[in-house]
């Protein structure tokens, strides 16, 4: 699976950034996808994550109510809309897959595939 994640910048707080994530090399709806995050000198930790067909959704309590998780099985595409940000979001976005749902969506050791990151900077 190949995943290529983009759509970051630089944005002031309070500003909205959508991510896309495209995915390729395996068919799209058998893959759990998730969003993690990592900021400078912190470990990597997760976002969001929806289950194959959509209809079940997860969130990290630090982005809940403020980013929303979809996916478009049809054209292998997964996005996360980010509203209302802060600067405390800034961190390079990772789109992440795997096949199992193993112990659960929370988990970055649990994904097998990962896509290459893209920035996001939330500053005045």
């Known amino acids: 699976v190949q995943l290529q994640a983009s759509g970051g910048g630089l944005v002031q707080p309070g500003d909205s950034l959508r991510l896309s994530c495209a995915a390729s090399?395996?068919?799209?709806?058998?893959?759990?996808m998730a969003w993690f995050r990592q900021a400078p000198g912190k470990e990597r930790e997760f976002v969001a994550a929806i289950s194959r067909g959509g209809s079940s959704t997860y969130y990290a309590d630090s982005v809940k109510g403020r980013f929303a998780i979809s996916r478009d099985n049809a054209n292998n595409t997964l996005w996360l809309q980010m509203n209302s940000l802060k600067p405390e979001d800034t961190a390079v976005f990772y789109c992440?897959?795997?096949?199992?749902?193993?112990?659960?969506?929370?988990?970055?050791?649990?994904?097998?595939?990962w896509g290459q990151g893209t920035q996001v900077t939330v500053s005045s």
């Open positions: 090399g395996r068919t799209f709806s058998y893959l759990i």
């Open positions: 992440a897959a795997k096949r199992y749902t193993g112990s659960g969506y929370y988990g970055a050791k649990d994904y097998e595939y």
